[in-house]
């Protein structure tokens, strides 16, 4: 081998050298920057918005159920009664304590054979003996239960509503519904005294033994349905009535005017006609027949009996009229024999029947067959 090709053989093998040298160093730069770009990649996410970061936890929590309220445990008790616990009922504090119940807790009492059932406010007594659970006589009557029956008491799961107005409906048991009404008027401070606190619900009725009447809850604000509740409280009220029970229960009616000769006859006399006569005239004081009907009711004067008959049906209509249910109301006028009126309605619908609420009659001048 000459000298030449020796001394590039030496440049060859220190050239291989210094690229083995050079690829130590990249690899050893590479491991150094390692830990650099790790350390950015944290800083980077810890520089990331709260939002992107909790995303993860916000769908997992999403994705949770909500857990179902266990039912609460109940007990059974028997009913003793007494007077005077003004919408409470008294058990053991013991057995209150079991169920969570404490003074003003609403709490609930099925009789496990009928399902009848009844709520009250709670009072933990200490003298009211294991396993009973009292009442007023008045209550336990009006939830269709009797002393000495045993019940499945728990305390009420459910808010109270809040209610802020509640229309009373009183029925008399003895006399007429004027007095019972009358008698609820004189004795207001005794009457609130004796509903202040009650649960009540929809359809609630109380006898109020004082005065010999039940209370009925007609209608409240808000309303109340299924096994939803309110407690009265009248320093809360913003209103409350008192009205006849069932007064306005939609009814269908039939009235029956006789035409027969004898009504022909002109001796019945009109006294004090003027209210009767503006109040008729609502149905329709445009329609002449109606008009010419009115004008002959003068005050002093006689009329036939069948044009006091009809008036007496005008009258009657314009009380329905005015409650607007939309009953359906026949008159029906006979003599040999009976013959149905018809009503003509608005739209020009002939029917056998007045609709108060839906429609206005047009038709009055019908009412007078048989009078002339």
């Not at 980077?44 to 970061?53: G, R, V, Y």
Request: charge should be negative; include cysteine.
């Amino acid at each position: 081998m000459s000298e030449k090709d020796e001394e590039l053989k030496d440049l060859e093998e220190s050239a291989e050298e210094e690229i083995k040298k050079l690829e130590k160093l990249g690899k050893k730069k590479e491991e150094a920057e390692e830990p650099v770009e790790k350390f950015r990649e944290a800083e980077e996410e810890l520089e990331k918005p709260a939002e992107e970061i909790e995303e993860p936890i916000e769908e997992e929590i999403a994705t949770e159920e909500p857990e179902e309220k266990p039912e609460l445990p109940g007990i059974k008790l028997k009913i003793a009664t007494k007077e005077g616990l003004s919408g409470y009922v008294l058990i053991n504090e013991g057995e209150a304590e079991s169920l969570s119940a404490m003074e003003g807790s609403v709490i609930e009492f099925e009789d496990p054979l009928s399902g009848t059932w009844g709520v009250a406010l709670a009072r933990p007594d200490i003298d009211t003996p294991v396993g009973e659970i009292v009442m007023e006589p008045s209550l336990c009557e009006a939830c269709g239960l009797d002393e000495d029956f045993e019940v499945n008491v728990r305390k009420f799961i459910g808010k109270p509503q809040k209610i802020v107005k509640i229309v009373f409906g009183v029925e008399a048991l003895s006399g007429s519904s004027e007095d019972a009404i009358q008698g609820v008027v004189e004795a207001k401070e005794k009457f609130q005294e004796f509903f202040d606190h009650r649960v009540v619900f929809k359809d609630w009725v109380l006898k109020w033994p004082q005065k010999e009447i039940n209370i009925h809850v007609s209608s409240t604000e808000p309303s109340l349905s299924g096994k939803q509740i309110g407690v009265i409280n009248f320093s809360e009220l913003k209103d409350y009535e008192i009205k006849p029970w069932r007064a306005a229960v939609p009814f269908n009616a039939i009235l029956l005017i006789d035409v027969s000769r004898s009504m022909l006859t002109e001796d019945m006399k009109v006294t004090n006609i003027t209210p009767a006569v503006e109040a008729i005239k609502t149905l329709g004081s445009e329609v002449p027949e109606l008009k010419e009907f009115l004008d002959q009711f003068k005050e002093g004067e006689k009329v036939k009996r069948a044009s006091g008959a009809v008036f007496a049906a005008l009258l009657y209509l314009v009380e329905k009229v005015g409650r607007g249910y939309g009953e359906k109301i026949a008159v029906i006028t006979y003599s040999e024999t009976a013959d149905p009126l018809t009503f003509l309605m608005t739209g020009g619908k002939k029917l056998p029947y007045f609709h108060p609420g839906k429609s206005k009659m047009s038709g009055v001048s019908f009412l007078r067959i048989g009078i002339k």
